[in-house]
């Protein structure tokens, strides 16, 4: 299976990542190199075995549903590329 | 003083602090000197807090006074640049951060300084940690303190991702380092390097305020010219944090004493699928060279299997780019670091991640968008995830038969600038011996052992359960004993 240039693309906009046409030919072929050689992993028979989604076998641990933490507006809005007030400023989105 | 402060380790250093045959802000002021000397050429520190350095040397001058015990009071140290360090500038070598200057403390650095050590600078690294030889960074390579024999003008690299905190204690610019390990980047580096890395067990060391790359691979761990101060370092790294979910609330053991454990009647495996057809000779000769060390010292040599070994980068290059995408999301231009402005906010987002992100780190984010995507989750990411539990399962069965595992660390010894640069996937086969302990979360530390033939140090690999640090310690220290590694690299403080 190979990626055309038209998933190449969707995948740029879907990860939100500008790519200029030239651009496209040359990820196109270091992406397919890349899944050419992860397809290794269609040998292995995974029958009946359960995903691992973290490391090692503990449990996540569950904490209080309470407050605390927060309450400086000033520090999180510290490095904000622009703002408005205590909002983090953005172009327009609604006319 | 007849002896190079530079080229004291840890524990020479504490011992001296203590006895106060020198300061601590004499400590601090030798390798900042050396820092101005060598770093505009090795690039190791993106920055150097020469001022903050000298303070904190102060103040453990002040405390080492009044009788203070921290373990760590003026001890100088290297920061990755991707910790979060309050109020000094922070950017995991991307463009990206360029301008972000931390809010508040990682909890690995906060524990480093709770304990007294002083930070000289953030050391330079592969961009977002994705890379094995520092190219990446968007501030240049760091050049390799080693040199080979014949050759002393090819310009090698540290490894990666943490080069420039390998680079950094190799040349004597400090005395340990923080780094982390989400496939080898602590291990290979320490490899190329000369020096001692350890990755510890998932969960040991918070990842809370440590820039995420690949949040269930990611390992904070410490660098090191001895095994010892490797674990006088973890000892003050690792520890029970509320505020990381994955932070493990189990005891943290003291690991120095570990390193004076007797490794006899241990049973070390030696996994067969680690040998690999191309590896050099010089390699697979070490590697029977460590055998027969731990042989001699005591240990029951048995040969085990980890048969889904090979698959492990192929996990590994679906699983690490999928959470990155993920984790890399909050780069939109729109909070923090770098903004590119666009026609509406769509744009904005796209301008600023083509703007901000380097091509590898951009190849892996969308690698994991794809393997994330609909139709191609079940076939990609949710197969990973199955390999890697039988990953697992491997370590678990090796673990029932044996206390710890020995192999090479890397595949080769370190390789010159621009190197595999060609070919992603070269570059990727660098992690082949380290990736697997970390889909498994299990500890592991790299030892310098010998050089190759072109002078150039090598390391092996010693991995045992997860939270059994101790075993690694003690085998890792027996390992260093029988070696003797007394080789030096050229460029270094004092040389």
């Given amino acids: 299976m190979a990626l055309d240039p038209a998933t190449v693309r969707r995948i740029a906009t879907l990860a939100r990542i500008r790519v200029e046409d030239a651009e496209v030919d040359k990820l196109q072929g270091e992406l397919n190199v890349i899944f050419g050689w992860i397809e290794q992993l269609n040998e292995v028979d995974v029958t009946g075995v359960a995903p691992l989604t973290g490391a090692s076998h503990m449990a996540m641990k569950m904490r209080e549903d309470v407050v605390n933490d927060g309450g400086y507006p000033e520090r999180i809005l510290f490095n904000a590329p622009d703002r408005a007030g205590e909002f983090f400023a953005v172009p327009k989105v609604v006319e | ?495």
């Fill in chain 2, 1 to 495: 003083m007849t002896q190079v402060l530079t080229d004291l380790t840890i524990a020479e250093a504490q011992a001296g602090l203590r006895d106060k045959r020198f300061s601590a802000e004499e400590l601090a002021l030798a390798h900042l000197h050396a820092i101005e000397t060598l770093n505009p050429r090795l690039n190791a520190y993106l920055s150097v807090g020469h001022a903050q350095a000298v303070e904190q040397a102060r103040a453990a001058d002040r405390a080492l006074a009044e009788g203070d015990t921290r373990p760590l009071l003026g001890i100088p140290l290297a920061i990755k640049d991707l910790f979060c360090t309050l109020g000094v500038r922070t950017t995991a070598g991307s463009k990206m951060l360029m301008p972000f200057i931390p809010p508040y403390e990682s909890t690995v650095t906060a524990n480093l300084l709770r304990d007294g050590a002083v930070f000289l600078g953030k050391a330079n690294m592969d961009e977002f940690a994705m890379g094995s030889s520092n190219m990446t960074s968007h501030f240049g390579p760091v050049e390799n303190p080693w040199k080979r024999r014949r050759d002393e003008s090819a310009v090698l690299v540290p490894g990666g991702s943490s080069g420039g905190s390998a680079a950094a204690v190799a040349a004597r610019l400090a005395m340990g380092a923080t780094g982390t390990d989400t496939g080898g980047s602590i291990r290979q580096p320490a490899s190329f390097c000369g020096l001692v890395g350890v990755k510890p067990t998932y969960g040991r060391c918070s990842r809370w305020g440590v820039i995420a790359f690949a949040s269930s691979l990611d390992h904070p761990g410490p660098f090191a010219r001895t095994v010892r101060d490797t674990a006088i370092l973890l000892n003050s790294m690792a520890g029970h944090d509320p505020k990381d979910s994955t932070s493990a609330d189990v005891a943290v053991p003291d690991f120095e004493k570990a390193c004076e454990r007797s490794v006899k009647g241990l049973r070390i495996g030696v996994p067969r699928e680690y040998r690999s057809d191309g590896m050099p000779g010089e390699i697979e000769a070490l590697w029977q060279q460590g055998i027969a060390w731990l042989k001699a010292a005591g240990a029951e040599i048995v040969d085990v299997s980890l048969p889904h070994t090979k698959y492990g980068l192929g996990t590994y290059y679906i699983v690490a780019p999928a959470e990155a995408s993920s984790n890399l999301a909050r780069y939109d231009g729109v909070r923090f670091g770098r903004r590119e402005n666009g026609e509406d906010l769509r744009d904005l987002y796209e301008r600023t991640r083509a703007e901000g992100f380097g091509p590898e780190v951009r190849r892996r984010i969308m690698i994991g968008t794809y393997v994330l995507s609909a139709g191609y989750y079940d076939a990609f990411y949710l197969r990973a995830q199955k390999v890697r539990a039988l990953i697992l399962r491997d370590f678990d069965e090796a673990f029932q038969r044996v206390d710890a595992l020995l192999t090479p660390t890397a595949p080769s010894a370190a390789f010159a600038l621009g190197e595999k640069m060609d070919d992603p996937i070269k570059m990727y086969l660098n992690d082949v011996f380290t990736v697997p302990a970390n889909l498994a979360g299990v500890p592991a530390a790299s030892v310098p052992a010998g050089l190759d033939s072109n002078g150039l140090p090598l390391g092996l690999q010693v991995i045992t359960r997860s939270f059994d640090e101790e075993t690694m310690f003690a085998v890792s220290a027996a390992l260093e004993r029988a070696a003797g590694f007394s080789a030096l690299p050229t460029l270094r403080a004092g040389a």
